[in-house]
């Protein structure tokens, strides 16, 4: 497995951007899928976006495709998540997670890091 730190949260008003950040640990990164999911409140988690092992291929959720933009850097370990036109129902922790492909459902993932809060004020 891999050890994944997220980063880049924050509290911005609406129509505002934030930029998530993710950090992996070991040496086999680049062999990972990675995936941005979020939770908001008495809700369940919900895929946001996806990248293919060597960045190829990106996926996202409809409710962010145009907004949202999911990247990696396979040297640096990390996977990004750029969020644009934030919109309050964009609130929520957000968690990134590693897998054998890029899925969206959760239970795919085998790595999860432990979330970071989002908070999109009106």
């Known amino acids: 497995q891999v050890q994944l730190v997220e980063s880049g949260g924050g509290l911005v008003q609406a129509g505002g951007s934030l930029r998530l950040s993710c950090a992996a640990s070991g040496r086999t990164f680049s062999s990972y899928a990675m995936g941005w999911f979020r939770q908001a409140p008495g809700k369940e988690r919900e895929f946001v976006a996806s990248i293919t092992r060597t960045g190829g291929s990106t996926y996202y959720a409809d409710s962010v495709k145009g907004r949202f933009i999911i990247s990696r850097d396979n040297v640096r370990n990390t996977v990004l998540l750029q969020m644009n036109s934030l919109k309050p129902e964009d609130t929520a922790v957000y968690y990134c997670?590693?897998?054998?492909?890029?899925?969206?459902?959760?239970?795919?993932?085998?790595?999860w890091g432990q979330g970071t809060q989002v908070t999109v004020s009106n």
């Open positions: 997670a590693a897998g054998p492909n890029r899925a969206t459902m959760p239970s795919t993932y085998d790595s």
